[in-house]
């Protein structure tokens, strides 16, 4: 196994490494361009609002929206903080009511349960054992008083890829405001915020093999025009709607990353849906259980269940060779067991059984080989221990 660099990482749910073309993008922006986009009396502040909006530019064509509609941020987190606070709190004549999902990132559920301490109401729609929201719920759940549905377009462990079109047709027929997370669907599959009825979309770079710290929040402009309040004040930056000085250097890798994603995404899922498939053949063969949508699924995403495992140990077992979780980076930390997995029906010991395996753009398939070997061996192994 001389080629392979261990450990191989398999987690990119969690994080993306930065492509060098990304990277050499960025350079000459911590380098000799270093000027603040909003500085255009000179060619230092110029060059860098050049550069942003240039990138502006990859991103919108990316999703299909105008350049205008794009804000930048620092993530996924502070677009979703972005969306649900500020359409929150800027509608509230409308009403006080917000519609989303038990599987959202905890950007989401932390925010809505913020937006309930405001004294707002919030719809948690429960999901299948697939990880879908019903549909006919989610249309008897809109009020009068419903401003916004916020459901994410794909799950961060389990892969579900919501049928985000439908949710926007249905929420754009009552006049309620829809927004998606997209941190793990933008750069993977194709988005088009025209066709899926999309308001508020929120981006993260890190997710598709741009920098960490710089994402974005797409805000439609027309059909219906949409204004979140600012959450962040200051000198008036993005359309006064997101204060503060552009990351250009992380704008300008963000952009790159988008272009490049559109050219790569077809070959890059074909490729991942055949080492997803074997993969999970390989492991099938060992009791291994799907978590999440046989079809409508990330293909790069692969989330399984060996019953009677205690997945923590195998992951830490294995981590100087293969870098894999038990489910999302942010609640790794925790004995607590997965949001997402007890929303879909599994209990609290089957949820400890859980491994997530996230492919990415660099993953080669003698790696992937060697994975499908290491964990078969020490599934073997573990359970004839048990026995
Ligand atoms: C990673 C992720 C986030 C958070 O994005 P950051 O850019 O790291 O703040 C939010 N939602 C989902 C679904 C994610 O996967």
């Known amino acids: 196994m001389s080629g392979i660099k261990f450990p191989i990482y398999l987690d990119h749910h969690a994080t993306t490494p930065v492509d060098q073309r990304v990277l050499e993008e960025m350079l000459p922006y911590f380098g000799d361009k270093f000027g603040n986009a909003s500085s255009l009396d000179h060619t230092y502040g110029y060059e860098a609002s050049v550069a942003v909006e240039n990138a502006r530019e990859q991103i919108s064509k990316g999703i299909g929206s105008r350049h205008d509609e794009i804000i930048f941020t620092s993530g996924a987190t502070e677009s979703n903080n972005l969306a649900l606070i500020g359409t929150m709190e800027k509608y509230k004549e409308k009403g006080n009511h917000l519609i989303t999902c038990l599987t959202e990132h905890k950007a989401v559920l932390d925010t809505a349960k913020h937006l309930e301490h405001l004294g707002y109401d919030v719809t948690y729609l429960p999901v299948n054992h697939y990880g879908e929201i019903d549909l006919e719920l989610l249309k008897n759940s809109i009020t009068k008083k419903t401003v916004l549905i916020s459901i994410m377009t794909a799950n961060n462990e389990i892969g579900t890829i919501a049928d985000v079109a439908e949710i926007g047709k249905i929420a754009h027929e009552r006049d309620v405001f829809f927004h998606t997370d997209a941190a793990q669907a933008v750069g993977h599959i194709p988005m088009d915020v025209e066709k899926m009825q999309i308001d508020m979309m929120s981006m993260s770079a ?116 293969i870098a894999i979780s038990a489910g999302s980076a942010c609640t790794t930390q925790m004995v607590e067991p997965s949001h997402v997995l007890l929303a879909i029906g599994l209990d609290e010991t089957s949820s400890h059984s859980a491994i997530r395996f996230g492919l990415g753009r660099f993953n080669q398939k003698e790696e992937i080989e060697f994975c499908i070997k290491k964990i078969k061996n020490i599934i073997q192994v573990t359970s004839e221990i048990k026995i």
């Not at 598709?208 to 000198?235: D, F, T």
Request: charged share 25%.
């Open 206 to 321: 890190h997710k598709m093999y741009g920098p960490k710290g710089i994402g974005a929040l797409y805000i439609r402009g027309v059909k219906p025009r949409i204004k979140p309040e600012s959450i962040l004040h200051g000198g008036g930056q993005e359309r006064n709607i997101r204060s503060g000085t552009l990351n250009v250097p992380g704008i300008v890798g963000f952009g790159k990353a988008m272009e490049l994603s559109q050219k790569e995404m077809d070959l890059e899922n074909k490729r991942f849906r055949e080492w997803t498939n074997l993969m999970f053949e390989e492991f099938a063969k060992l009791g291994a259980v799907l978590n999440g949508h046989p079809s409508k699924r990330l293909t790069h995403n692969l989330n399984v269940n060996f019953p009677g495992i205690e997945s923590k140990a195998i992951i830490n077992s294995i981590s100087k060779e």
